[in-house]
């Protein structure tokens, strides 16, 4: 999967770029089934929401999981990646299903994603780019993310952390600074049937509303870093910003069935969560 010049230069304008009909119903299938037992594990990397027990977001997924260690190997994830950086070299920073289920699902406040690795990991500058997949459709009514276009063209927006709106820690941009951004670009709401993928940069403003509607809207997420730009400091766990920095290869075909011994796959998920910095 090669990117065109045009979906490029859209990306490089807007911030976000949606890819319809990525991957199959099946494929999708086969990423759910694997939620159940992952969601049920009582560990530190599944976070659960302030109001609820329910999960919000399964983190390190690919250490807990075999078909996550090829998931994240896809080169209909990482090959658009490497052509949108001009960079060969991405780590697999962070690896969640983030699950905003049906009537639990509480908000992401508006952010970018570079504030958090920028602040909490003293990555440098903000490349990472951010991969999704919906593994639910996502429709106006069940907590969908909606984006602030063009808001990283300036740069890095002021922000500030909040540990008190919802459970997971966020450094966020205030409605000052939100307020004159969608006045200038206006807001995006890709929606889409489950298998849509959506990539966005690490410096534009984001966040969801919460899920009141009946039906589950999950979505696989997929943090990518160049190695060159790779994290400084080492406060948070490894599940929140791994550790292992050596470059990810893309698998030759898609993630599932595994038809042949996945020999590679075994590198990630023979990691220990907390591997010394090599
Ligand atoms: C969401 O899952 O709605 C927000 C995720 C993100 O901000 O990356
Ligand atoms: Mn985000």
């Known amino acids: 999967m090669r990117l065109s010049d045009q979906q490029i230069a859209a990306f490089h304008e807007r911030g976000v770029l ?3 009909a990525m991957f199959s119903p099946d494929e999708v299938d086969a990423i759910v089934d694997r939620l ?15 109001s609820s027990d329910v999960v919000r977001t399964a983190m390190g997924l690919h250490l807990r999981d075999e078909l996550f260690a090829r998931l994240v190997r896809d080169p209909r994830l990482v ?17 969640k299903v983030n699950a905003k289920q049906a ?15 920028h602040h909490e ?5 903000p490349l990472a780019l951010n991969v999704h997949i919906f593994l639910d459709e996502v429709t106006e009514f069940n907590g969908p993310l909606v984006f602030v276009p063009g808001s990283h063209l300036d740069g890095p927006a002021p922000t500030a952390l909040d540990i008190v709106s919802t459970s997971y820690p966020l450094w966020t941009v205030g409605p000052e600074v939100v307020g004159p951004l969608v006045e200038r670009g206006g807001l995006d709401c ?9 990539i966005f940069g690490d410096s534009l403003v984001h966040g969801s509303p919460s899920n009141m509607s009946p039906w589950d809207r999950r979505i696989f997420s997929l943090i990518l ?28 075909g898609p993630f599932w069935p595994v038809v042949d011994a996945p020999e590679p796959v075994r590198r990630w998920i023979a990691v220990a969560p907390d591997t010394p910095v090599a």
């Open 225 to 252: 870093n160049p190695v060159s730009n790779r994290q400084t400091t080492f406060g948070r766990p490894d599940h929140q910003h791994h550790r292992d920095f050596s470059p990810v290869v893309p698998l030759d």
């Open 190 to 198: 890709p929606k889409g049937p489950a298998g849509t993928v959506l």
């Open 121 to 125: 990991d003293g990555v440098p500058d």
């Open 36 to 50: 159940p037992r992952l969601f049920a594990e009582r560990v530190p990397s599944n976070f659960r929401e302030k």
């Open 79 to 95: 090959v658009p990646a490497q052509q949108l950086l001009g960079d060969d070299e991405l780590y697999v920073q962070q690896v």
């Open 18 to 20: 949606a890819l319809p």
């Open 103 to 117: 009537f639990t699902g509480e908000q992401w406040q508006w952010h970018y994603d570079f504030a958090t690795h």
